[in-house]
């Protein structure tokens, strides 16, 4: 067990310094929680057991609580840490029933006005893939919308009761891909709305067509009273698997882990997995789901499909993707792996040119959103201050 606790750790680049090291007593007994081979907890104080679980990420509290309170006494937590995580499971319950509500006003909308959306990770998974939703924690709702009808959408949520304070990306379709709508009632506890015309800014997914085949290949989900689509499994998978190595390689979430061992356990072995091996190479995906499957295979005890279950045997990722995996890790913090990040193999030289004059120039509207100041005349101080930020990326 502790090898391959070590192994996960040695992954550099996906969080797992948040994660004490492989001799603390408490993350074996998670592991055997999740793989469902539990061991005796150890003996630690309150404040101990909390502090390791929110290094798990505290949306993964609602899961890890339901895994333990069916195990046999000897196994569980102690009483107080188990209330305290029944506490935030319940939380959980509230706000699964808020999604509930919003997705059954929001879906009919949507279809009523002849606009493709697709529902996507948390809220579409609660309902997929988690036998509760409320084990699906989330903090918004993110919904796909077809580039073509994505202002319509905007517009829709806003004369349902929606507003949105950060419009930024008019003229930065590339580099912006989501917008953020709050609920103007805030007695009914409404998340907000994540509506993204695109999954990935920086891979092939940004082109109509490419969207269309993810509409093509979208399911249907049945809610109570009513309907949405969401992305196909291996789609799901896919997307997830560069959510978490391409957009966040730095923050640890166990509960994105555990999504992951769910949809690979809902592939289908005489259809799904060699769809999978397809779709993720071609989507420029394929080292960010091989890495996602050996993390989930770690702490879930996932077990991979006879035939597909050694992954060095999968088609090998193209130039573009290991390109783009040199600079994941610092794409945030340098500026050669920023321009890098956005700059694929594939771009042209118009696209490269574009994405710097967008760099280095974006929209007054997103500098007022994203850098403030603290007078509107004084807005070239921003683009002065975001330039020189740039400059010590570059020197560092």
Not at 365 to 385: E, F, G, N, Q
């Amino acid at each position: 067990m502790s090898n391959k606790i070590t192994n996960v750790q040695g992954i550099s680049g996906y969080g797992f310094d948040n994660v004490e090291s492989d001799s603390d007593p408490l993350l074996p007994y998670f592991i055997g929680v999740l793989t469902n081979n539990p061991v005796q907890p150890p003996l630690c104080s309150f404040d101990q057991w909390l502090s390791f679980l929110f290094s798990l990420g505290e949306y993964s509290v609602p899961l890890l609580y339901w895994k333990i309170k069916s195990l046999p006494s000897g196994f569980r937590l102690p009483g107080q840490v188990v209330d305290w995580m029944r506490i935030q499971f319940l939380r959980s319950k509230v706000r699964s029933l808020c999604v509930h509500r919003q997705l059954s006003e929001m879906a009919p909308l949507f279809h009523l006005k002849g606009i493709k959306a697709l529902v996507l990770k948390g809220a579409a998974f609660g309902r997929t893939i988690y036998p509760d939703p409320a084990l699906r924690c989330s903090n918004d709702i993110d919904i796909l919308v077809h580039p073509k009808n994505f202002f319509r959408a905007c517009n829709l949520l806003e004369k349902s009761g929606y507003y949105s304070s950060d419009k930024i990306f008019d003229p930065v379709k590339k580099t912006h891909i989501e917008q953020s709508f709050s609920y103007s009632d805030r007695n009914k506890k409404y998340l907000p709305v994540d509506l993204h015309r695109d999954l990935h800014s920086c891979l092939r997914f940004n082109s109509e067509a490419e969207i269309d085949t993810l509409f093509d290949r979208a399911v249907i989900v049945e809610g109570s009273g009513f309907s949405f689509n969401a992305l196909h499994p291996v789609d799901s998978l896919i997307y997830t698997s560069l959510h978490l190595t391409l957009h966040h390689p730095h923050m640890f979430r166990l509960i994105w882990i555990y999504d992951i061992a769910l949809l690979a356990r809902a592939l289908e072995p005489s259809r799904h997995w060699s769809l999978l091996q397809e779709r993720s190479a071609d989507m420029h995906a394929r080292m960010a789901v091989e890495r996602c499957l050996e993390l989930a295979r770690v702490w879930t005890g996932l077990q991979l499909p006879s035939g597909y279950d050694n992954l060095s045997t999968w088609p090998k990722a193209d130039v573009l993707e290991q390109n783009m995996a040199d600079h994941t890790p610092g794409w945030r913090k340098s500026t050669v792996s920023t321009f890098k990040f956005y700059w694929p193999a594939h771009s042209s030289l118009s696209e490269k040119v574009w994405h710097l004059i967008q760099i280095l120039f974006p929209s007054p509207r997103y500098m007022r959103a994203t850098h403030p100041p603290p007078r509107d005349w004084l807005l070239p101080v921003s683009y002065v201050k975001r330039w020189l930020k740039w400059i010590r990326r570059l020197k560092s």
